[in-house]
């Protein structure tokens, strides 16, 4: 139970101490990632702006991608000193640092970007020196930052790694009945993920996050898996006890 992990930290879950105290014990090394959705929302809405979602994804004109920076930078200092103060010695990072995440921008959705790559090394010589990297969902493009949604963030960062990824939300993993938390899925193939979206049964934010999910698989992370954030999650993920797990073929399990 000491597997090195990529752990992304949804919108929905950070300031919850469980959460800190679920990640700082964890025996193995860690990459983090995280997002800020609706730290991002409450300052766009307080400067005056209002968002627009397409497919999961905020259209971030360029006037607002200060604030989305603000808020992102604010949330991970949060964290990084929450987890530093429980024992785990974290740096909140962005794409900006070293120049680690490297964008290609979207520009039917301002400057948003998906990533193109990955400065894997950074983090390996950080985890080395004892620290543990928690990363911002921006990545740079030659005109400068990009907006990245945190779960295609930690799942280009689980593929450049080779890594197993778990995106940890408010919900205990795909659900067949989006409403109904009693219809988590166990296990999911690419195959079924894109019948399930198809059939409308992923949407909103789950679509970014089973589609880093299976960008992760083909990146090279050997799994990837959605699971609720709490205490004792991560075990039981890696137990196969929580969450739902995808593979690239329904036959393979983490190790
Ligand atoms: N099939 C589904 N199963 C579970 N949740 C779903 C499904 N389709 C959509 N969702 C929604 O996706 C949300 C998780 O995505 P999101 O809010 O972006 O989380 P985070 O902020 O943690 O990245 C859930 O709270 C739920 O409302
Ligand atoms: C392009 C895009 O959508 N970026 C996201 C980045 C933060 C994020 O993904 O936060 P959560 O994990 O909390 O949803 C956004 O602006 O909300």
Redesign the pocket.
């Known amino acids: 139970m000491s597997e090195a992990l990529v752990v992304k930290v949804?919108?929905s879950l950070r300031g919850a101490e469980a959460l800190l105290d679920e990640l700082a014990p964890y025996p193995g090394p860690l990459v983090l990632v995280h997002?800020?959705?609706?730290e991002?929302g409450a300052l766009l809405a307080r400067l005056g702006y209002e968002s627009r979602f397409v497919g999961?994804?905020?259209v971030?004109p360029k006037e607002h991608l200060e604030a989305?920076e603000m808020a992102?930078y604010l949330t991970g200092k949060r964290l990084a000193e929450g987890l530093s103060r429980r024992g785990r010695r974290a740096l909140a990072l962005s794409g900006r640092d070293a120049l680690c995440l490297k964008g290609r921008a979207l520009p039917e959705?301002g400057r948003?970007g998906e990533v193109v790559g990955v400065e894997a090394g950074l983090f390996l010589d950080l985890l080395e020196k004892g620290y543990t990297p928690l990363l911002a969902?921006i990545a740079l493009d030659e005109e400068g930052p990009l907006?990245?949604?945190?779960?295609t963030a930690a799942g280009a960062v689980a593929g450049a790694l080779g890594w197993g990824v778990v995106f940890l939300t408010d919900v205990e993993g795909v659900y067949a009945d989006p409403k109904d938390p009693t219809t988590r899925l166990p296990r999911l193939t690419p195959e079924e993920v894109e019948a399930l979206k198809a059939q409308g049964v992923i949407q909103g934010?789950m679509i970014p996050k089973v589609e880093a999910a299976l960008a992760a698989l083909r990146a090279g992370a050997p799994w990837a898996a959605i699971a609720k954030g709490g205490l004792g999650v991560l075990g039981r993920v890696l137990l196969g006890e929580a969450g739902t797990l995808f593979t690239p073929k329904a036959a393979e399990r983490p190790a």
């Not at 997002?35 to 609706?38: C, N």
């Open positions: 949804g919108g997002g800020g959705g609706p991002i999961g994804l905020r971030t989305v992102l959705l948003v969902p907006n990245v949604n945190a779960d934010g």
